[in-house]
């Protein structure tokens, strides 16, 4: 089964302007994703406010930039300058703070913000901060695609980065081919450039730029477009109770609570 689901226009963190795909009304999340934020714009005041210090606790935050720069400093002492073709993948475990402010005041703009799920044994872990250069990320080239494989892997080759929980992050181009894939459990695609077609089974779609499609109950599935691209997220479903609260995703009420409390305590990333 094919879902299409259409990006929302929001704005988050000190106001800077978003196309939220996972987190939205339609499509609140997509275990184990819980947060897919599209930040893409020319206007300096879309992005200039940028994400002043904020907490989280139980996931993993991944920030993937295209285009631009993002200045990443956290209260475990970490600071890096995050430049297009990057990747900063950030587990908050037990609770960290950290902002992301532009480090750009003109120009384009293009990056995503993904949040991942943590199972109960990995979510009180301690934080950890990984900054992945352009040269780290290993590219598959074949056919008319391109695949930047940014974790999990494609053909056998493996990714920059093992996540604490196992998931696919794809970067795909497509010029006149085809990204042929076997179905996981979750499978999200997000078209970000141009335009494709999905097709599983009997089902077939097309779908433009800004919208997602979720890929269900299918045992694999096929991509194709013309200078188009797509983020392809795979993964296994969490089963376990989840409780969300902003930057917090925990197992119960309680957990939540004392986020709640060690963050108003300064005691969250202790």
């Not at 990056?111 to 780290?136: A, C, D, F, T, V």
């Not at 989840?242 to 202790?270: C, H, W």
């Amino acid at each position: 089964m094919l879902k299409i689901v259409n990006g929302q226009q929001v704005s988050d963190g000190a106001g800077v302007r978003l196309n939220r795909v996972i987190g939205t009304n339609s499509l609140d999340n997509a275990n184990p994703f819980y947060l897919l934020d599209e930040f893409r714009s020319d206007k300096k005041e879309d992005y200039i406010a940028g994400f002043p210090m904020h907490p989280h606790r139980g996931i993993e935050t991944i920030t993937y930039m295209i285009e631009g720069n993002f200045i990443h400093r956290d209260s475990q002492g970490n600071e890096g300058s995050l430049k297009a073709g990057e990747v900063q993948w950030m587990t908050a475990g037990k609770g960290i703070l950290h902002e992301e402010m532009p480090q750009m005041e003109n120009g384009h703009l293009w990056g995503y913000q993904l949040w991942i799920n943590l199972p109960s044994k990995l979510k009180m872990i301690e934080p950890k901060y990984r900054h992945i250069k352009k040269s780290e990320i290993p590219i598959v080239e074949k056919d008319g695609i391109q695949v930047k494989i940014i974790a999990g892997s494609f053909e056998e080759v493996q990714g920059a980065v093992v996540s604490s929980y196992p998931v696919d992050y794809l970067d795909v181009r497509l010029d006149k081919g085809s990204f042929d894939r076997e179905a996981k459990e979750t499978n999200i695609i997000y078209v970000h450039s141009g335009k494709v077609t999905v097709a599983a089974g009997d089902e077939q779609i097309e779908i433009e730029a800004g919208n997602l499609i979720v890929v269900e109950e299918a045992s694999s599935f096929k991509v194709t477009g013309e200078k188009s691209g797509i983020l392809y997220l795979g993964g296994t479903p969490i089963k376990e109770p989840v409780y969300r609260y902003g930057p917090f995703i925990m197992n119960t009420v309680d957990e939540i609570i004392q986020a709640v409390d060690d963050y108003n305590s300064s005691a969250l990333d202790k």
